[in-house]
């Protein structure tokens, strides 16, 4: 048995060079081992494991590696149909918005995405657009439009002083009126099922949080979102929004990393035991290793599982 898994490497001489010998240690821990003939191409794919087993197999790794990409669904679903700008009016006049369809016919639930610091941008669209691909109708509403309406700010050191000039013109009586305004839109179109969830990125998590404490949504996910156990912020007054946490009727998914330098551990400690105390249906997610803002890091280890668990909790709540 020994000479059938390692007869490659005696045969260069390696049997005492490499830290360890890969059939037997695959087989230690569990695998199974299928060599093949010696110096010739054997290829084990196993799902999305593929395997070679010397250079001679680089090839048939290669087109095995193309196949098991071919079989993976992908990962932004069905594409939106017609993504477009509307507007949606509120209580303080017209608000900007951006509306993205599942494909296909059908009725389908319905997600407001609340937009970050800088406003309505290309990224916070392509969030709207790949949980439209999920199978919902999504409107991510312009919470900037009393004080700079369709502003889409850079993700600079002057964007960023802009967007807190901004995100200090919100108020709590606004947040809840534009969202409130934005459920009955998509209530009111024909491909709407009635269900509205909601989602919420950055400063948009927070406004996620207090809409969930107000308005009865069945889930709530919130990603990264600061200032919720204090009253540094307009819309977190008078009282800290983490005090009106009673109010949540759904499930509510929170999503932070720990490195995240804007939510650190005590709050967000302080946001599970709340949630906890005040007997929510919950998921507090803390992510090892993950800063500040990683949904927009399509390269980020934290990204997939993110969305992963972003498209569970709608389903499970929404369907």
Same mark, same amino acid.
């Given at each position: 048995m020994w000479r059938e898994c390692h007869a490659e490497e005696a045969a260069v001489g390696l049997?005492?060079?490499?830290?360890?010998? &890969?059939?037997?240690?695959?087989?230690?821990l569990g695998a199974e081992h299928v060599p093949g003939p010696d110096f010739q191409p054997q290829v084990i794919r196993d799902g999305r494991l593929v395997t070679?087993? @010397?250079?001679?197999?680089? =090839?048939?790794?290669?087109?095995?590696?193309?196949?098991?990409?071919?079989?993976?669904?992908?990962? %932004?679903?069905?594409?939106?149909? @017609?993504?477009? #700008?509307?507007?949606?009016? %509120?209580s303080d006049g017209p608000m900007g918005g951006y509306l993205a369809r599942p494909a296909g016919d059908g009725v389908h639930p319905a997600v407001i995405v609340a937009h970050q610091l800088f406003g309505l941008t290309e990224d916070v669209r392509a969030v709207a657009d790949r949980i439209a691909g999920m199978g919902y109708v999504v409107l991510a509403p312009d919470y900037y439009?009393?004080?700079?309406?369709?502003?889409? $700010?850079?993700? %600079?050191?002057?964007?960023?002083?802009?967007?807190?000039?901004? =995100?200090?013109? $919100?108020?709590?009586?606004?947040?809840? #009126?534009?969202?409130?305004?934005?459920?009955?839109?998509?209530?009111?179109? #024909? #491909?709407?099922?009635?269900?509205?969830? =909601?989602?919420? &990125?950055?400063?948009?998590?927070?406004?996620?949080?207090?809409?969930?404490?107000? $308005?009865?949504?069945?889930? %709530?996910?919130? &990603?990264?979102?600061?200032? $919720?156990t204090g009253t540094d912020i307009p819309v977190s007054g008078p009282e800290p929004t983490l005090d009106l946490t009673p109010g949540i009727k759904g499930k509510l998914v929170y999503i932070v990393g720990d490195r995240d330098h804007a939510i650190i551990e005590e709050q967000h400690t302080a946001i599970a035991e709340r949630l906890q105390a005040d007997g929510i249906r919950h998921e507090m997610v803390v992510l090892a290793g993950a800063p500040h803002a990683f949904l927009a890091q399509e390269d980020s280890p934290y990204h997939a599982e993110t969305w992963q668990r972003i498209e569970q909790a709608l389903a499970d709540e929404l369907a």
């Open positions: 049997t005492s060079v490499v830290p360890f010998l &890969l059939a037997s240690r695959l087989r230690e070679g087993q @010397n250079p001679a197999s680089a =090839m048939g790794v290669a087109e095995a590696v193309v196949s098991a990409l071919a079989d993976v669904p992908s990962d %932004t679903g069905t594409a939106p149909v @017609n993504p477009t #700008d509307i507007t949606v009016r %509120t439009h009393r004080a700079d309406p369709g502003v889409e $700010l850079p993700a %600079t050191d002057e964007g960023r002083a802009r967007g807190f000039e901004l =995100m200090a013109t $919100l108020s709590r009586t606004g947040v809840l #009126d534009d969202t409130r305004a934005a459920a009955d839109y998509l209530a009111a179109l #024909d #491909d709407t099922s009635g269900a509205v969830g =909601m989602v919420g &990125l950055s400063l948009g998590g927070h406004l996620a949080y207090l809409a969930a404490t107000q $308005l009865g949504f069945p889930i %709530t996910v919130v &990603l990264y979102a600061g200032w $919720l």
